[in-house]
C-alpha cells in the first residue's frame, strides 16, 4: 500500500509532517508508523456515533448520545478492588433516567446538579436507565473517531497528523475510472479522508466500501502477475501427448470415470497442448479420485517419452500411492518408489533406470529433491497435499523438470474465498462429486461413558469381516488426565477384541514400524487399527468401514473430515462415532457440523466461519494479506468481483493466447 502519494515535500518521513517533532516521531515510530504514508493508512479502529438523538425514540439497548439536564447531586459506591458506581438522575428529552457510570469516579466532577450533560451509553428502557460509557464533550462532527494508538499519543493530536499529511500530498495511484463508475466508489483520497472524518454513517459506509474494493482489487492484481509470470508461453512447453493412445488406455479402466473426473483431466490435457507452463491445482474431497486422473496424466505424458513425479509428505503415503497406482496402471507404466527407508543398492538401481527414461513414474518423499535424483525428461510434477511441503521444497523439485508443468492437489476443500485468496495465481480443477454408489458416512456422537456401546458397534461390524480405526490424540501423561491416550484406548480395544485382532501406530514409532503396522491392516491381517492422526493423510483402506476418533473435541472440522473420509471408499455403508465430552459451545457445535453434514465443502466453509480466515491455515502457510478493512469471509462476493475484474486487466493486457 505505500507509495500511494507522492509528498510534495521531498521528505516524507514521520519527522517532516508538520507538528512531528523528534519526540513525536519516535512514538510514531514505535507503534509502526514511520513514513506520511503510514499516518494516513492508520485506519480508526472504532467510531462512537456522537450524533444526539431524541431518547423517545430509542430502542431497548440501543447505544445512544442523548443530552439533557442532570437533576440529582451524583452519587459514588465503592467496591472492592478500586471498583466504583457513580449514579444521578438526568432529566432526558422528558424522561426522567437514571444514568450509571462504572469505575469512572472521576466523572463527578463533570455532573454537576441543574446543568446540561451529554452522555453516551446503553439505554435500558424497560428500566429506564442508562449505562453510561462516556460522557461527551467536543461536539465537532457526529463521531468520535478512536485510535489503536498504544496509550503513545492522544487521538486529537493524531488527527492533527493526519489532517497535515492530506494537505501536504497528492496522491498519485486510484482505482481505473471505470471501476469507480461500475461499482459507484470514490476516489481513495477521498474515501481515507472520509475514513478518518466522517459525516455520516452513509459517507462512512461508502467511504470503506471503496477501500475494501482497492485493498481486495490491489491484492488480486499482485496475484495476476504472480501468475503472469508462472504461466509461461512457449512452444517447449507443450506437451503433445498421443490423444488416440490416452483415448484408449481411458477405455481400459475398471469404471466409467465422473463428470468431474472427465473435466479436471480435459482442463489438464489442454494445458499440455497449449504453450504454457502448468500451474493448477486439483481439488477434490477425500476419495473423490484424484489419483486416477493423475494417473491419466501421467499416461499422456508417457505417450511422447518423458517423465512425471509424484511428491508426496509423509512414507505412508508414499506407500499408498505407490499400491493404488500400480493396481491400476499394471502394465501400462513404469512406477518406482523413492523414501527416505528406500535401500542404496535399490536406490542406485532406481537412480540409474530413472536417468535412462526407464521409469515413467517417481512417486516419493522429499527424497525426491536430493541432488542425485536426476530424470531423464521429467515434463510433469505432481505434489499431494502441497501445503505441506514449504516452498523451497517445491522449487528444488521444479528445477529438476525438463518440461515445468506443475499439478497440485489437495484432499482439503477450501472455501472459495479462500481458493481464489491464496491460490488467485493458479487455475483450479475441482472434483466435487464422488464416484457412483459411494454413501454418506454415518456419523454418531458418543460421550466417554458410552464407550462400551461403541465397543459392540465396532464389533458387529469386525464379525462381518469389515475393518475398523480407531483414532485417539497422543498426548504426554503430565498433560491433562481427562484425555485418553492413544496407548490405553489400545489396551482398551486389545482386551476387547484380543490382542491378533488390534494394531497400534502412533506418531512416535520408526517409520518402518509404521508401514509395517499398516501393511498388517491393509492385508486385513488385523482388522482394528488404533492410532493417533499419522492416518491422516491419503491412507485408502475400501475395507474399512468404521471409524472411532476419540477426544474427537481437540480436533478441527477440516482434520475430522479428513479422518472421517478414510471411511466410506467402497459401496459398503460406513460409520463414524465421535466420542467426546464436548465441554466448551465450540467443541459442542463442531459435534453438531459433524453430524450434519459430510459435504467437505459445506464443511469448510462452516469451519471458515468458525474460525476466521487467518486461523483456518495459519497465517504463515497460507500467505494471507491482512487486509485493514475488507473482510474475505464477509466481503467475498466483493471479493469475486474484484478478482473479475482483475482477470480482465490481465487479458487485455495480452497475458492469454
Ligand atoms: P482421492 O485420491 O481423491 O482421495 P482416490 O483416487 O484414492 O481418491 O480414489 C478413491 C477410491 O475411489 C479408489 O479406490 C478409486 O479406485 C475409486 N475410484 C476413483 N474414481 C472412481 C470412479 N470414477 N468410479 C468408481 N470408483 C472410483
Ligand atoms: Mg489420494
Redesign the pocket.
Known amino acids: 500500500m505505500s507509495g500511494m502519494y507522492e509528498v510534495i515535500t521531498p521528505n516524507i518521513d514521520v519527522s517532516r509532517i508538520k507538528g512531528v517533532g523528534p519526540k513525536m516521531a519516535e512514538k510514531l515510530q514505535s507503534i509502526g508508523i514511520y513514513k506520511a504514508d503510514d499516518v494516513i493508512f492508520h485506519l480508526p479502529s472504532s467510531y462512537v456515533n456522537q450524533s444526539v438523538v431524541n431518547l423517545n425514540d430509542a430502542e431497548h439497548n440501543d447505544n445512544v448520545t442523548v443530552e439533557g439536564t442532570v437533576k440529582t447531586e451524583p452519587s459514588i459506591a465503592f467496591f472492592r478492588g478500586g471498583k466504583s458506581r457513580l449514579t444521578c438522575f438526568m432529566d432526558v428529552d422528558g424522561i426522567y433516567v437514571k444514568v450509571t457510570f462504572f469505575n469512572q469516579p472521576y466523572l463527578k466532577e463533570k455532573l454537576i446538579n441543574g446543568e446540561f450533560a451529554r452522555v453516551f451509553g446503553k439505554f435500558n428502557k424497560n428500566k429506564l436507565e442508562i449505562n453510561g460509557q462516556r460522557l461527551i464533550f467536543d461536539t465537532d462532527g457526529g463521531y468520535q473517531v478512536r485510535y489503536s494508538l498504544n496509550q503513545q499519543m492522544h487521538a486529537k493530536t493524531f488527527r492533527k497528523f493526519v489532517e497535515a499529511v492530506f494537505e501536504n500530498c497528492r496522491f498519485n495511484k486510484d482505482l481505473p475510472e471505470h471501476l469507480k463508475q461500475k461499482y459507484r466508489l470514490m476516489n481513495i483520497r477521498e474515501a481515507l479522508w472520509h475514513i478518518h472524518f466522517p459525516l455520516n454513517d452513509k459517507v462512512l459506509h461508502e467511504a470503506r466500501r471503496t477501500i475494501k474494493f482497492y485493498e481486495l482489487y490491489e491484492f488480486q492484481l499482485s496475484l495476476m502477475e504472480k501468475r503472469k509470470q508462472e504461466r509461461v508461453y512457449n512452444d517447449h512447453y507443450i506437451i503433445d501427448y498421443d490423444v488416440e493412445r490416452l483415448k484408449s488406455f481411458i477405455s481400459t ?6 463428470g468431474d ?1 472427465k473435466r479436471s483431466v480435459n482442463e489438464i490435457c489442454r494445458d499440455f497442448k497449449q504453450k504454457i507452463s502448468m500451474h493448477r491445482l486439483l481439488q ?11 494417473g491419466i496424466c501421467t499416461y499422456a505424458v508417457k505417450t511422447i517419452g518423458e517423465q512425471t513425479a509424484v511428491m508426496v509428505p509423509t512414507e505412508v503415503l508414499a506407500n ?1 500411492h505407490y499400491e ?1 497406482f500400480t ?2 496402471f499394471k502394465d501400462e507404466l513404469s512406477v518406482e518408489k523413492l523414501t527416505g527407508t528406500t535401500s542404496r543398492r535399490e536406490k542406485a538401481a532406481i537412480l540409474e533406470r530413472l536417468r535412462n527414461g526407464d521409469i515413467d513414474l517417481l512417486i516419493g518423499t522429499h527424497a525426491l529433491i536430493e541432488d542425485d535424483v536426476v530424470f531423464n525428461k521429467l515434463s510433469l510434477i505432481i505434489t ?1 497435499e502441497q501445503h505441506r511441503f514449504g516452498v523451497n521444497q517445491r522449487s528444488k523439485l521444479s528445477r529438476k523438470a525438463y518440461r515445468k508443468n506443475v499439478l497440485y ?1 489437495t ?1 482439503t476443500p477450501i472455501p472459495r474465498t479462500l481458493s481464489i485468496t491464496t491460490f488467485g495465481d493458479m487455475d483450479v480443477s475441482i ?1 466435487r462429486e464422488m ?4 454413501k454418506p458416512v454415518e456419523t454418531y456422537w458418543r460421550r466417554f461413558d458410552e464407550t462400551d456401546k461403541v465397543l459392540e458397534m465396532v464389533k458387529k461390524e469386525v464379525d462381518s469381516g469389515r475393518s475398523a480405526y480407531i483414532v485417539a490424540p497422543l498426548i504426554e501423561e503430565s498433560e491433562t488426565l481427562d484425555l485418553k491416550n492413544v496407548q490405553e484406548i489400545y489396551h482398551i480395544f486389545a482386551e476387547y477384541f484380543g490382542e491378533e485382532t488390534v494394531e497400534l501406530i502412533h506418531g512416535k514409532m520408526k517409520p518402518n514400524e509404521k508401514v509395517f503396522g499398516m501393511s498388517r491392516f491393509e492385508s486385513l491381517e488385523k482388522k482394528v487399527l488404533v492410532s493417533t492422526t499419522v492416518i491422516e493423510v ?1 491412507v ?1 483402506v ?1 475395507n474399512a468401514t468404521f471409524m472411532v476418533i476419540f477426544n474427537a473435541e481437540r480436533f478441527g472440522l477440516s482434520t475430522l473430515h479428513q479422518l472421517r ?1 478414510r471411511v466410506g ?2 459401496d459398503l455403508q460406513s460409520y463414524c462415532v465421535l466420542v467426546s465430552d464436548a465441554h466448551t459451545e465450540n467443541a459442542k457445535l463442531r459435534m453438531e457440523i459433524m453430524t450434519s453434514t459430510t459435504d467437505g465443502f459445506e464443511l469448510s466453509e462452516r469451519d471458515l466461519e468458525m474460525r476466521g480466515p487467518g486461523d483456518y491455515f495459519g497465517v504463515r502457510q497460507s500467505g494471507l494479506p491482512q487486509f485493514k478493512v475488507a473482510d474475505i469471509t464477509e466481503d467475498y462476493r466483493m471479493l469475486e468481483a474484484a478478482r473479475e475484474e482483475a482477470v480482465n486487466v490481465l487479458e487485455s493486457s495480452g497475458g492469454k493466447e
Open positions: 479402466l475398471p469404471f466409467e470415470l465422473t473426473q477434490g474431497d477425500v476419495g473423490s479420485g484424484k489419483t486416477i486422473v493423475a499408498q493404488s493396481d491400476t499431494d492437489m484432499a472434483i464416484p457412483k454408489g459411494r491419503g485408502n475400501p473420509g471408499r467402497s
